[in-house]
């Protein structure tokens, strides 16, 4: 840590990184936008952004059974109930009984239902509306490797599985042909996005979490004409989003995770409108 | 047309014949429904047998069983030149619809890189790859499309880029499942043209799950009547001559492109 500070002070000696919650926030943007440029690719490429989203509200329920459990940090059970509401999703959609989209939405708002009425239980719901909006500038030290390890999990994974996920997301009897475990790679992807998001959504926030893995990946594949393309632009306009995001919402006093937002979309529009010109 | 070009992977250019893929006794079930029941089959190299049948009557399932992806009873055995059972054989697989979405940004390159290849397509460009890709494309006179994003191709475009795919590595079964719509006739005529040619070229047994007679009729070695059980099998004229063939499905049944969704599910 100590060498990030040195260095933002030796080459970044910028009046609103003096303070130490700022250079910390720098970092976990840095970190965290790349996962989320990963990621959306694939979430964007598989038309699961509902799927996310449900992932996301889920944690709220995870929450509520840490506090019912009486764990201090609700994370863990935040993580673990994500993981295994998104393996159910897998599920039930693979048995393709309903469309996915009934089977997300089924699963997701009971999720939430069941969230609120834990946690409103005793009428102290406000004591976790953190976790709607999250808050990137409360993050720590210890935060910080967890998000450096997440990169490193996200970016291993994504060497082994691309490949795979992008067959199989082409088709699965063709990718079943070339002998891709299409199951495995489902559940695998699903069990990063469920991590990723649940561990994200205390600084990211519940409500915004989804649209920093949809928004960075819909802007790129207006321009993107491959693969390759697609993931550098994707990441390319989140971390410029998240730098400019943060930014400004310290000069202006806002939300730093919906500021984000707001530039990602602004590049969505760009790009759009870019797009329908040629 | 393909005769012009370099052949690839040529088997010598003999058709033995005495390589087979026998399917014994195959049958699937869903829950309580049957979808195929007791189908029996010789399936012999350098031999087109195209499979036909009405809608729903279990011909992409049965590609599907003999790809293992689907539960079935029966077995299917694979036997080499000498007679020797080699187990499964190696299949190349043209899926009837494929299920991305337009808009990815999935070049040609992309979909053979991550088939070929466990490097990651997000980050390296490979000239083997793409050599290879090259070279297959060139089979199906497909060579401009590398580049191209697979959702800006046209159905007849996508249906070759699909076959020059199995065809790397060369497999001893090609499956082709074609489209009942989407591609126009001079694309279709192009298609049976090129997998006639494969045939005859790479000694290779093709199936052919196929929507159109008359092109079948022209090209086919042999036609397979499917409706649940084989219904008839033999020649394009014994099996398209055949009373029974209108008495049992009408002279319609295949004539409706554009019942494109109920088809097969």
Redesign the interface.
């Known amino acids: 840590m100590d060498v990030w500070y040195f260095l933002i002070d030796k080459f970044l000696p910028f009046e609103c990184l003096q303070h130490m919650f700022m250079k910390n926030a720098l970092l976990a943007v840095l970190l965290a936008t790349p996962i989320f440029g990963i990621l959306g ?1 694939m979430i ?2 598989n ?1 699961m952004a509902f799927f996310s989203d449900a992932i996301g509200h889920s944690a709220l329920t995870g929450i509520a059974i840490g506090v019912i459990l009486g764990i201090g940090d609700p994370l863990w059970a935040m993580v673990i109930f994500s993981v295994l509401l998104g393996f159910a999703i897998l599920t039930v959609k693979n048995a393709n009984t309903a469309s996915s989209d009934t089977v997300i939405g089924v699963f997701a708002f009971s999720a939430v239902a069941l969230g609120v009425v834990i946690l409103s239980r005793a009428g102290g719901f406000a004591k976790y509306s953190t976790y709607l909006i999250g808050d990137l500038l409360s993050i720590t030290p210890e935060n910080l490797l967890m998000l450096t390890l997440l990169l490193l999990f996200t970016v291993i994974l ?3 599985i ?3 996920l ?2 199989v ?6 990718a ?3 002998g891709v475990n299409a199951i495995l790679v489902e559940y695998l992807f699903t069990f990063v996005i469920a991590i990723v998001v649940t561990i994200s959504i205390q600084w990211v926030g519940l409500l915004i979490i989804n649209s920093l893995l949809v928004l960075p990946a819909a802007a ?2 207006n321009l ?8 550098a632009l994707s990441v390319l306009f989140s971390v410029i989003s998240g730098i400019l995001g943060l930014i400004l919402s310290y000069f202006l006093g806002t939300a730093t995770s919906a500021t984000i937002v707001l530039i990602c979309s602004g590049f969505f529009i760009l790009t759009f409108m870019f797009k329908s010109k040629i | 047309m393909m005769h012009s070009n370099e052949p690839l992977f040529q088997n010598n250019g003999n058709t033995c014949g005495l390589c087979c893929t026998k399917i014994k006794n195959l049958s699937v079930t869903y829950g309580n429904t049957e979808i195929l029941n007791d189908i029996n089959l010789h399936i012999h190299c350098g031999e087109l047998t195209a499979l036909i049948g009405p809608n729903g009557a279990g011909k992409s399932t049965l590609l ?1 069983a003999m ?3 689907i539960k079935h009873s029966g077995k299917m055995e694979f036997q080499d030149m000498k007679g020797i059972n080699t187990g499964h054989p190696l ?3 043209v ?1 009837q ?5 337009k ?5 040609v ?3 053979f ?3 070929l ?7 390296f ?1 490979q000239k083997r790859i793409r050599r290879q890709t090259e070279n297959s494309l060139k089979i199906v006179q497909g060579e401009h499309l590398i ?1 191209k ?2 959702g800006n191709l046209s159905g007849g475009e996508l249906q070759r880029v ?1 076959l020059a795919l199995a065809l790397v590595p060369l497999p001893d079964l090609l499956l082709l499942d074609e489209p009942v719509s989407g591609i126009d006739q001079k694309g279709l005529e192009l298609f049976y043209d090129i997998v006639c040619d494969l045939r005859k070229n790479y000694d290779m047994s093709v199936i052919l799950v196929s929507h159109d007679l008359n092109l079948v009729a022209k090209h086919a070695d042999r036609i397979v009547l499917l409706n649940k059980t084989i219904q008839a099998v033999g020649t394009p004229q014994e099996v398209l001559n055949n009373e029974d063939l209108s008495k049992v499905f009408g002279n319609i049944w295949f004539k409706y492109p554009e019942n494109k969704k109920e088809e097969e599910e």
């Open positions: 690719t964007v490429n038309k994504w060497i082994f691309l490949n795979k992008l067959l997301s082409i088709n699965r009897s063709l079943k042909s070339r790129a594949r993107a004409v491959n693969t390759r393309q697609y993931h | 599907k790809l293992g992806e299949i190349g697989y899926p619809h494929l299920d991305f979405d808009s990815s940004p999935i070049s390159l992309d979909l890189t991550s088939c290849t466990n490097s990651p397509v997000w980050l460009k580049n994003r697979l699909m």
